[in-house]
């Protein structure tokens, strides 16, 4: 079966995107598909490469790139979000005229349109957020 | 893009956050404008303080934020129809539907219930 | 003291739990999602006007005007702007924010 | 259809709107702090043990744990793990988020 | 840095919420071990959800989080004693002080009114 | 009087910041003092300067970082909020390997002494959270 998953909330502050992740480690254990994950409102900062977070805690964000690295899996992060929170990728951070970017490993910036497509094509779509 | 591959699914957009004091309700009409490009059966539901986003007189220049409240009005130019808001929660907080800014068909609990299990994708906000 | 409130007493316990704790002569403030607090006829009016017979209650006009609810303002509650919160901040010698 | 709550039923009206909406037969899971609604002797109990009537309660058992009330769990109540819930999302044609 | 020039003044932290849901606890608590450096006069308050934060058992290895409720039976090292604990919310969540993991003041609702009353900082978590 | 303020919750996804801000300019143009603004939580989001808000809205990091170069004010990120989130300056990126950094004009980090320190030097201390 074909999963979407949607994460609302950005790493450490809520749950969600712990949630999500374990989630979608179950649904990979048992042998499913995870079609996407859309990274919505704070969401989208799960996907910066900047994250340091303390050595006894989790890597949230190098959990979600190692996830997609091995299971081959597809990590949105909705563009207008993004840009209101200050994530970018090298082509995004060129056509606004920023000097750095942030986005890690495995994420790719997309439209909104990535959300609905997932509804569409995915079986089931579940939504984690706060 | 909004290639739906001639899947028409059941795709419901549930509010129940007030406007201005968190993003979710602007966020939530950014995601249902897109939506209506893929010709899916696009509802909206409106329930506990999500009743709030849909109040007339909205006025933000006090606030320094973008008034999105007039974007409800033109739904209906996406052919987005299906506004549901739910009668207990006007009753709540002393509304009625002239106090909104759009037509919207005012439901019962029991009928939202109904709607929403009825959905094949629920997005929540 | 000055207590604020921001959030909707119809989705979380905020309201309930600070108006549990302003001692007589304290003064609440509600800003942003609070002041759907301040309104007449809901169901959270009677436990906003008991606690003004020992509190007073202010409401922050942006909020209000931004939510399209000023005219609905519980008679009694004082409608203030971002000025007039830094008065009460000054007025009284300690503030805390239930969130 | 699934139902998922995932906050606190003292601080939030997010369950009692979900159980207001949940039809008889349909299941409803309880995780992150959704899961304190799961357990017995609270002011929240009761709501939970008569939704328990017409709809399954599940609760998320890795939750229950972080908060050390895995043993405080009411009668019926069914603790499972994230792959139980991925098996309950699949049972379900539609998951409905309520946060 | 812990320099307060001579000056004490009364610091609350007031914890309303759960751990682990959101980070607020965890992040109060290592505020509140920066303030035992600058000599205040620092008492915690729990009420609402925040009494969840000192119960007894948490095991976070299913949730793959780091478990900080041993860090609160440190705090007596840091000569930071004043922990109050909201009775009614202990009540209403079927808690008593002997499923807390550390010793704390079981207060009313009226002492915790007093004692919020009469401090100078109150950070809110 | 001397104002301590207190944001923890990032740009756009809750009100707060924009309330501190507007709080903030009310409190300056009474002629009063901003001893400091400390971002703790979700609130060192503020200090990133890679935010593209879209046109038609307030731009909320820009508006710090302006009403500090106007007023001189102290805005402090903490440190430890910030590693677990992204933000980081140059001798931070540098300080952990990282290829990027994305703090904003007029922000600074450091630690939480900066926030009980301006508890006790401020006469009022203000939080803004959710």
Redesign the interface.
């Known amino acids: 079966m074909k999963f979407g998953i949607m994460v609302n909330e950005g790493p450490y502050q809520h749950q969600a995107s712990d949630t999500a992740y374990l989630f979608a480690k179950a649904v990979l254990a048992k042998g499913h598909e995870i079609y996407r994950v859309f990274f919505y409102h704070d969401g989208v900062n799960n996907g910066t490469r900047l994250t340091v977070p303390p050595q006894d805690d989790r890597n949230i964000v190098n959990r979600w790139s190692e996830l997609a690295a091995k299971h081959g899996i597809d990590l949105v992060v909705c563009v207008a979000a993004a840009q209101r929170r200050g994530i970018l990728d090298e082509s995004e951070a060129k056509r606004h005229g920023r000097d750095a970017n942030n986005i890690a490993a495995g994420f790719r910036i997309s439209g909104l349109g990535q959300l609905v497509e997932a509804g569409i094509q995915a079986d089931r779509l579940v939504v984690f957020g706060d | 893009?909004?290639d739906?591959?001639g899947?028409v699914?059941k795709?419901m957009f549930?509010n129940?956050?007030?406007?201005?004091?968190?993003?979710?309700a602007l966020?939530s009409l950014?995601?249902v404008l897109?939506?209506a490009?893929?010709d899916?059966d696009v509802s909206l539901a409106f329930?506990?303080?999500g009743v709030?986003e849909l109040?007339?007189?909205?006025?933000?220049?006090?606030?320094?934020?973008?008034?999105f409240?007039p974007t409800y009005r033109a739904l209906e130019g996406y052919d987005i129809e299906k506004l549901y808001v739910a009668q207990e929660s006007l009753e709540?907080?002393?509304l009625s539907e002239d106090d909104l800014l759009v037509d919207v068909q005012v439901v019962s609990?029991a009928e939202?219930?109904?709607l929403?299990?009825e959905?094949?994708?629920?997005?929540?906000? | 003291m000055l207590h604020t409130v921001n959030k909707s007493p119809f989705e979380r316990n905020t309201l309930k739990s600070c108006l549990a704790h302003v001692k007589p002569g304290s003064a609440v403030l509600l800003i942003e999602d609070g002041v759907y607090a301040a309104l007449a006829g809901t169901v959270a009016s009677d436990m906003v006007q008991q606690a003004m017979a020992e509190v007073s209650v202010y409401a922050l006009g942006p909020d209000l005007d931004a939510r399209g609810v000023a005219n609905r303002v519980i008679d009694g509650v004082k409608v203030i702007d971002y000025a007039g919160f830094v008065d009460l901040v000054i007025e009284h010698p300690s503030t805390q924010s239930w969130l």
Request: charged share 25%; aromatic share 10%; proline share 2%.
């Open positions: 893009m909004a739906a591959g899947v699914k795709f549930v129940r956050k007030s406007p201005y004091g968190t993003i979710y966020e950014e995601v897109i939506s490009a893929f899916q329930l506990d303080d709030y109040t007339k007189g909205q006025s933000t220049k006090g606030v320094e934020m973008k008034n409240s709540e907080r002393g609990r939202m219930a109904d929403m299990a959905q094949d994708v629920v997005l929540s906000f």
